[in-house]
């Protein structure tokens, strides 16, 4: 886990000496220009095992330090070069010759231009970037050439959220020449996709929960039979009524159909058929566990803390969906900016990220009305505590920080501190 990190003369001016917080939360504050999303940048970029940004940044230093006291050290030498814990040395010949292999098992992809690759098998457009974060995740051997070490499972959530690119089809063969940025990056609406995300992640729960019911209910007359143990009235209505409860849930989020069962009359002449009866509904409902928690947690806080005159339901046909106080539906387009910028933060942080993730978010506070802003972070530690993750924020907004000041690592302090030294 990562403890700190040091950072001297990035961009050839500031030294940082950033202590993360041992409650899971912490805040990176300190005026434009001082760095906030670039520390953001470097943790994610060490975590990708992205080699030519630390090539282009400007730098003398970066130390990370775990908490076995481990260190991962990279050191600027000349204008390229980049020293990897005083052993391997990166620079943008090593970086394309390690890229050339890659490609090798990768027959398909064309070089177009200087920045701009084909895939001949679907006709789309890459820039080296995209290229890298598409094929890299897929050659660990060669990643490790590179000579950054991996220190964590990083998720990062930009400024851009509502927009996401996706390649784009060319013109007609023999065109490619005539590409311009603008003419090859299409974007597509977020929202929209998570929505038909979630909407598939139900269907594969649904899915297994069959599968799971059919294996049970095959060979329940066999196990009744065999049953040796039983179960004590008071251990059967504990358990019978959590089932309800998660009965009682799914049919609330229209996740199923079946209606909640009435509580059988528990007699002691029964208590081995009840044995089996109560350990097969228990399986049968715990594929939904994990899925239920994240759908509490991510309804609860917009309908009950954020949508005033707006309320947000599961569907297994639509994944999420919106409508009015009245009841009338809504476009997930004819949410605001601030609204959706919610929806998608809150479905990466609950649908997106795995437990054990160091998360990533920079300006959580665009487009959010001031009052969602000050229950931010509320909202973040329940998520941590579910979850199980840890995060990094970078941030102007003193209402996001709210009361929780102590979270807070100032740059322009640490700046200060430094120059007095």
């Not at 058929?273 to 097969?280: G, K, P, T």
């Not at 939904?288 to 609860?300: C, H, I, V």
């Amino acid at each position: 886990m990562l403890t700190s990190i040091r950072i001297e003369k990035l961009f050839d001016i500031f030294d940082y000496d950033i202590e993360f917080k041992k409650e899971g939360i912490t805040i990176l504050t300190g005026p434009n220009g001082y760095g906030k999303t670039t520390v953001l940048k470097i943790l994610d970029a060490l975590a990708t095992q992205n080699g030519p940004f630390f090539i282009g940044l400007l730098f003398k230093k970066i130390i990370l330090v775990l908490s076995d006291r481990n260190e991962i050290t990279l050191e600027k030498e000349g204008n390229n070069d980049v020293l990897i814990n005083k052993s391997t040395r990166l620079n943008k010949k090593s970086f394309n010759h390690i890229l050339q292999n890659i490609l090798k098992d990768e027959p398909f992809l064309d070089h177009v231009s200087e920045n701009r690759w084909i895939d001949r098998r679907t006709e789309n457009i890459y820039n080296t970037e995209t290229l890298l974060q598409k094929l890299l995740p897929n050659f660990t051997s060669e990643l490790r050439k590179i000579g950054l070490p991996k220190f964590a499972d990083v998720y990062f959530i930009r400024e851009q959220r509502l927009l996401r690119p996706i390649p784009a089809r060319p013109k007609p063969r023999g065109m490619l020449s005539r590409y311009s940025d603008q003419e090859i990056d299409n974007f597509s609406n977020t929202i929209e996709e998570y929505a038909k995300e979630l909407s598939e992640n139900i269907k594969e729960t649904l899915a297994k929960s069959s599968q799971i019911t059919q294996e049970l209910d095959s060979s329940f007359p066999r196990r009744l039979f065999d049953q040796q143990l039983d179960i004590y009235e008071e251990e059967f209505n504990l358990r019978f009524n959590k089932v309800k409860e998660i009965q009682k849930a799914l049919s609330e989020y229209g996740l199923s159909d079946i209606k909640e069962d009435s509580h059988p009359t528990y007699k002691k002449e029964n208590a081995k058929a009840l044995y089996v009866y109560i350990n097969d509904a228990e399986k049968k409902l715990a594929v939904f566990s994990e899925l239920l928690d994240k759908l509490k947690t991510f309804t609860g806080i917009l309908n009950e803390r954020r949508f005033t005159f707006k309320r947000i339901d599961i569907s297994k046909k639509d994944g999420f969906k919106f409508s009015t106080n009245q009841g009338k539906p809504l476009a997930l387009s004819e949410l605001s900016s601030g609204e959706q910028q919610e929806v998608v933060l809150l479905y990466e942080l609950l649908f997106k990220v795995k437990p054990g993730t160091l998360v990533l978010i920079d300006e959580p506070e665009l487009s959010l009305h001031v009052v969602w802003q000050k229950q931010f972070l509320d909202d973040l530690f329940k998520i941590i505590e579910l979850q199980k993750i840890n995060i990094v924020v970078a941030t102007h907004s003193p209402q996001i920080i709210n009361n929780y000041w102590d979270l807070t690592v100032d740059l322009e302090e640490l700046r200060d501190a430094a120059l007095s030294k």
